[in-house]
């Protein structure tokens, strides 16, 4: 197995850390405080002082340019991550991943901005695996926006020798990880106008009629609002789907309806009807077999 280089495995710590305080939420508050009230503050750019007036309330001194450095891909240390974790009160996930990107593990991957690899078009055949069983939770943040999304998915391989899979997104700037099953691969494809996907290497080939599970946490970040919708695409025949969308308490919305459309791109709804919050913000719906349909929700605010 190849080792990750260390100036790669520190943009990619350093990026995924970035994604994580712009996000609406917790860490970014947290800086945020400390912006000058009179400052006009860029929701696409982080406070270097004010985030390192954050780390030197841990004890550990920090100036606005080690904070920059930090955050822009330059310089990135065991110890100042520890201040970071520390500082923003980061999520035990949050920093075992950030620390195992560190070390340089095949397992997470970071893709936002400039450290977007240029999409290659897709030019394979039709899958070499069929899904068994496949279960979405898509989670909105604070803003309404997409913030994570988990997925747990049953594959078997319908050729003699299977060895990765694609896995679609929708933005330029996310956090994939493989939890279960798998590792990143290294491309990236343009599918659509505004659909992307990686390969996810599978842990070993299989060989025809074996089946696989994968476990997938994605966490985003949308500079600007994608549409009010979560979808999934199932060409082939799919048993057991069960999708979910989960709101934040701060931005709950005001209609939902579950729906199928016609196309990834410039889709059209064929077909829908109102879905309800259950009692944890959420929306969901379980199908038996969903085959050459894009199906999923959407909703007002």
Request: charged share 30%.
């Amino acid at each position: 197995m190849a080792e990750v280089p260390q100036d790669e495995r520190v943009k990619q710590a350093c990026a995924y850390l970035r994604l994580l305080l712009l996000r609406p939420g917790d860490y970014r508050d947290r800086w945020a405080a400390g912006v000058d009230a009179d400052r006009v503050q860029d929701p696409d750019e982080i406070d270097h002082g004010a985030v390192a007036r954050v780390l030197s309330d841990t004890g550990t001194p920090t100036d606005s340019d080690s904070a920059r450095r930090a955050l822009t891909g330059v310089d990135l240390s065991p110890a100042v991550l520890d201040a970071f974790i520390a500082g923003f009160g980061l999520s035990a996930r949050h920093a075992e991943r950030l620390r195992d990107v560190l070390r340089g593990t095949e397992a997470t991957r970071v893709i936002t901005g400039d450290a977007f690899r240029p999409a290659e078009v897709y030019h394979r055949g039709p899958p070499g695996h069929e899904t068994l069983a496949l279960h979405d939770m898509h989670i909105l943040g604070p803003d309404g926006r997409p913030a994570e999304h988990k997925t747990i998915q049953v594959i078997r391989s319908i050729t003699d020798r299977l060895e990765s899979y694609l896995y679609l997104f929708d933005t330029d700037e996310l956090t994939v990880e493989v939890t279960r099953g798998g590792k990143i691969g290294q491309r990236t494809y343009r599918l659509g106008e505004r659909v992307y996907a990686m390969d996810i290497v599978l842990d070993r080939p299989l060989p025809r009629g074996e089946s696989s599970l994968i476990q997938l946490h994605s966490t985003f970040f949308y500079s600007s609002p994608p549409a009010n919708e979560f979808r999934r695409a199932l060409s082939r025949a799919t048993r057991d789907v069960s999708l979910w969308v989960s709101f934040h308490p701060h931005r709950l919305p005001s209609r939902v309806w579950a729906a199928s459309w016609d196309a990834l791109d410039h889709a059209r709804i064929i077909q829908r009807e109102p879905a309800e919050l259950d009692d944890e913000r959420s929306v969901n719906r379980r199908f038996d077999v969903v085959e050459g349909s894009i199906v999923g929700f959407y909703w007002e605010w």
